[in-house]
């Protein structure tokens, strides 16, 4: 059975910063691309950022400079620090774990709610 589960979302003032945690369990987790989708009220879902099994990482534009992904394959974790955060940030945050191939496949979590707000 494959879990994900986010911890970290919260309450924080404009220029505060968080950090999002996913653990994983029930798959190999070192062979997975591993990232963070967001969803506000009336939005779509968008990529914050992803990082490859080979650690390669990738952010969306809104988020570069400020929102740092990385992963520990030993502890089957991926984080996500968030920087200097604005209102435009507030969102359901969600975890995917993505087999990357001819039959590729995703596993999320349930979401963690980030709020901005002073």
């Known amino acids: 059975q494959v879990q994900l589960v986010e911890s970290g979302g919260g309450l924080v003032q404009p220029g505060g910063s968080l950090r999002l945690s996913c653990a994983a369990s029930?798959?190999?987790?070192?062979?997975?691309?591993m990232g963070w989708y967001r969803q506000a009220p009336g939005n779509h879902r968008e990529l914050v950022a992803s990082?490859?099994?080979?650690?390669?990482?990738n952010y969306a534009e809104s988020v570069k400079g400020r929102f740092t992904i990385s992963r520990d394959n030993a502890k089957n974790t991926v984080y996500l620090q968030m920087d200097s955060l604005n209102v435009e940030d507030t969102a359901v945050y969600y975890c995917?774990?993505?087999?990357?191939?001819?039959?590729?496949?995703?596993?999320w979590g349930q979401g963690t709610q980030v709020t901005v707000s002073s």
């Open positions: 995917y774990a993505r087999r990357v191939g001819p039959i590729g496949y995703d596993y």
């Open positions: 029930g798959i190999i987790f070192s062979i997975f691309e």
């Open positions: 990082i490859g099994s080979g650690g390669t990482t």
